[in-house]
């Protein structure tokens, strides 16, 4: 069954410190989402992604963070200038069309220390 | 603005137990989702619905587009069912209830 992959599955990152944590999408899906979920917290949309650009954003999502897709298969999650708050699992997720069903990568995990 | 909300938070039962996990929201939506979060932190998708009722396996989804409200049930419950069931309301984005922590004793 076709699978979201994510990289790295930890992240340890000194404050301060610029991170990127990678998704590999299912090849034939259009929509792209990041979404983080803090220890103990429920899960918090960031940033939505179709056709190359962003199309939703929270107000999380503030000049800190970026997404690309570089390479057209690859979707990435820059994180400049990492707080002890951007301590978090990290859910990037796909679907094939909006309001379809999603499939989520395994998260990443970062701890910013 | 969406608010999603579940009950219980928590929930124990014993294996074969017939388990009920609740939620509401706020505001009309297009879909609802049950999600299945393993320890390791993982998010499995279990269903979407808009209207109705879905099954798969022991696992049943029902929604009431009137009332704002799912439940999913898990028949015959197994301590592998243990783990987390979230409900997330779609509309361009989903909006997450806090989860249930669902743990099934042999």
């Known amino acids: 069954e076709p699978e979201v992959t994510q990289t790295p599955s930890h992240q340890v990152t000194q404050m301060g410190q610029e991170v990127i944590l990678r998704c590999v999408p299912i090849?034939?899906?259009?929509?792209f989402y990041w979404y983080r979920q803090i220890l103990g917290q429920k899960v918090e949309f960031l940033v939505s992604f179709y056709n190359n650009e962003i199309s939703e954003k929270s107000e999380i999502f503030d000049d800190q963070f970026s997404v690309e897709r570089p390479d057209g298969s690859n979707f990435t999650l820059k994180i400049r200038s990492t707080k002890l708050e951007d301590s978090a699992m990290y859910f990037c997720?796909?679907?094939?069309?909006?309001?379809?069903?999603?499939?989520f990568g395994s998260g990443t995990r970062l701890t910013v220390v | 603005k969406n608010e999603v909300e579940q009950s219980p938070q928590n929930l124990t039962a014993q294996e074969g137990e017939f388990i009920t996990i609740n939620c509401s929201y706020s505001?009309?939506?297009?879909?609802l989702h049950w999600l299945q979060q393993h320890p390791g932190g993982g998010i499995v998708s279990l269903f979407m619905?808009?209207?109705g009722k879905k099954k798969h396996g022991r696992l049943i989804a029902t929604i009431n587009i009137q009332e704002k409200h799912s439940s999913l049930h898990i028949t015959a419950s197994h301590p592998r069912d243990s783990a987390v069931y979230i409900c997330?309301?779609?509309?361009?984005?989903?909006?997450f209830g806090e989860g249930t922590q669902l743990t099934v004793n042999p």
């Open positions: 619905l808009s209207s």
């Open positions: 997330a309301s779609s509309g361009s984005r989903l909006t």
């Open positions: 505001v009309g939506i297009s879909a």
């Open positions: 090849s034939n899906h259009l929509y």
């Open positions: 997720g796909d679907a094939a069309e909006l309001n379809y069903g999603y499939t």
